[in-house]
């Protein structure tokens, strides 16, 4: 009705055109709201606000001559002026019922919008660091990244979903080295563990498999090992500059060639395990960016020498900087160390520049809240490389803490150990994951309750929602032991025998869901569906509790066959955005 009233507004504002009201240079940007209160109409538009000053035109009169130039359509009863300009909108109670027609009509279809028809967007998000498992942390950005995605797609964007893989620098290397010393433990030597270095099991499991497969191949004496390493930090000396020591002794001992097998089975190993979790977990990517294929392609360097003669780089202390505070940023950024390395921002403005040359019209990147400072740099990176900025979208995910009813579960990461994303699905399911993941703004923390999470009760808000739809199911099973046919099409020519409370706010519920669905989307909002569901799936228990549904009447029995057959649509509709099973029976 919205997407009508918005077309009618149109022909009257290009017909105050034709007559030289308006002028022909005006594109109105229309907006149709609901009125909150029935005596004011169903639907209200301030375009006639808008439009005065530039037509240089009284609100009020601008108001009364669109109101003329409206064409008649029978959905609409009458439209009147108020206040300083408003037009409001009376819609015919009967124009509700034609929802029921168009989501039997269109099923899976309806809802879905053209509104990104012709954009290409991509959205990065998750990319952890190969290092180790995802964990509960990552899993809120997985499930709220895919959920992002698969909205705007369902408005007509082309979609490109995109995980940045950090398989080069410092942190591979801590990877690798500690692989390689838990694999001397293999071995049998005397391995004293740095504390910098990465302890969970996982890096046991996998220089255990490296033992199996070569034996004592990569074997070094411990001694030659820590001979003159510097302090670690329980020792009283630096833990990064202990790390870095290792780091190097390892390369030196190894060679580059056998150092690569541990950097490359450790990168393989985790980031195989990372793609399973995923794809598991219901998100899947069109592309996993290697940032080394950016340095091996010298696309880094392309960036920095753009910077460079564009005069945003300048040299100082041996180190190769960015005078990125000059655009925005709180201070100047180093893009290439003093040992000759280059920065993992280096590789960002490079991986940032590739993303523009490849012809996205937007780009969305998906952070975790603890990368807010990280903002304003890239932005700088994107104005020195004569970039258009506004083509990024930020969007932060909070942290989640979990919860087991009133105990709060440990989630440290000291020692390795730490909730993994697939123990929590193996807790709590797939569904109830990313269904409690997304219920809130992605900005605000979360507790999740994994009791909660876990529970067949009514307060779980997935199984609640879920079981709507269950019990929609249960009807019509109902309908087939009593030897019953559902009758179509008696039920929508009799639809307006729906006229309890409960049916009417069902219906204006339906009709509010491709308005919703393009709202959540273009706000990058998937907790809008969320609500919406369980507004829907609450009106649907409480209809469900109040009336019956298999009545003698014919009639009315498939008039509301009909009715919550349509919710069961959009239901479905809705839990497959965000990738949550529709189950028959609960």
């Known amino acids: 009705m919205k997407k009508k009233i918005e077309e009618l507004i149109l022909q009257a504002v ?76 009376f819609i015919d109670p009967t124009a509700q019922y034609q929802v029921i027609q168009k989501i039997h009509d269109q099923g899976r279809a309806f809802g879905l919008s053209h509104v990104g028809a012709g954009k290409k967007v991509q959205v990065e998000f998750v990319s952890a660091n190969p290092t180790g498992p995802l964990h509960v942390g990552h899993g809120r950005g997985a499930a709220y990244g895919s959920a992002v995605a698969d909205l705007l797609e369902a408005v007509g964007f082309e979609v490109h979903r995109e995980y940045y893989v950090n398989d080069a620098g410092r942190q591979m290397d801590i990877l690798a080295t500690s692989i390689w010393l838990r694999y001397l ?13 990465y302890r969970g099991d996982y890096v046991r499991e996998i220089a255990n498999d490296i033992h199996k497969n070569a034996n004592n191949d990569y074997r070094r004496p411990s001694e030659l090992v820590f001979e003159d390493i510097p302090l670690d930090e329980p020792a009283g000396g630096d833990k990064e500059i202990h790390i870095d020591a290792l780091i190097a002794r390892a390369k030196t001992l190894l060679g580059k060639s056998l150092y690569q097998d541990f950097f490359q089975i450790g990168l393989n190993n985790i980031l195989e395990d990372i793609k399973i979790d995923l794809s598991e977990f219901g998100v899947d990517y069109q592309e996993w960016f290697s940032e080394r294929q950016l340095m091996d392609d010298g696309a880094v360097e392309q960036a920095l020498e753009r910077l460079r003669i564009a005069g ?237 549904f298999l009545v003698d009447d014919a009639k009315t029995r498939n008039a509301r066959l009909n009715l919550i057959c349509a919710v069961k649509q959009i239901l479905a509709n809705g839990l497959d955005l965000l990738n949550i099973n529709t189950p028959e029976a609960m």
Not at 42 to 55: E, G, I, T
Not at 185 to 197: A, D, L, W, Y
Not at 318 to 335: I, N
Request: net charge negative; proline share 3%.
């Open 14 to 89: 290009e017909t105050l055109k034709s007559d030289g009201v308006l002028p022909q240079e005006i594109t109105p940007n229309i907006t149709i709201d609901r009125t909150r209160d029935a005596q004011h109409g169903d639907f209200a538009s301030n375009l006639a606000l808008m439009l005065a000053k530039p037509a240089n035109i009284n609100p009020r009169q601008l108001a009364e001559k669109l109101i003329a130039a409206l064409p008649q359509d029978a959905a609409i009863t009458k439209v009147e002026l108020a206040g300083p300009g408003f037009i409001n909108f």
């Open 185 to 197: 433990e293999e071995c049998g030597e005397v391995v004293h563990f740095p504390s910098n270095g």
């Open 312 to 548: 945003h780089l300048y040299e100082q202390d041996g180190a190769t900087w960015f005078a990125s505070a000059k655009l925005g940023d709180e201070k100047d950024r180093v893009v290439i160390r003093d040992n000759g390395q280059s920065t993992y921002f280096a590789s960002d403005i490079a991986y940032h520049m590739n993303k523009l040359d490849r012809g996205f019209d937007q780009i969305i990147n998906i952070w975790g809240a603890d990368h807010h400072g990280y903002i304003p740099r890239v932005r700088a990176a994107l104005q020195a490389l004569g970039a258009d900025e506004s083509k990024l979208t930020v969007l932060l995910v909070q942290f989640a803490s979990l919860w087991r009813g009133e105990e709060k579960v440990s989630m440290s990461t000291r020692s390795g150990e730490f909730v993994t994303l697939r123990q929590l699905r193996n807790e709590v399911g797939k569904d109830a994951a990313r269904f409690f993941y997304v219920m809130r703004r992605s900005e605000q923390h979360m507790d999740f309750d994994l009791k909660l999470a876990t529970s067949k009760s009514n307060e779980n808000p997935v199984f609640y929602v879920q079981y709507a739809y269950a019990r929609v199911c249960s009807v019509l099973r109902q309908l087939d032991e009593k030897n019953w046919d559902r009758d179509l099409l008696l039920g929508m020519s009799n639809l307006t025998l729906l006229t309890e409370e409960h049916e009417t706010n069902l219906l204006s519920t339906l009709a509010r869901y491709p308005e919703m669905l393009e709202r959540a989307a273009l706000q990058y909002e998937p907790h809008q569906l969320i609500q919406y569901l369980r507004e829907l799936a609450n009106e649907f228990h409480t209809y469900y509790n109040a009336h019956q």
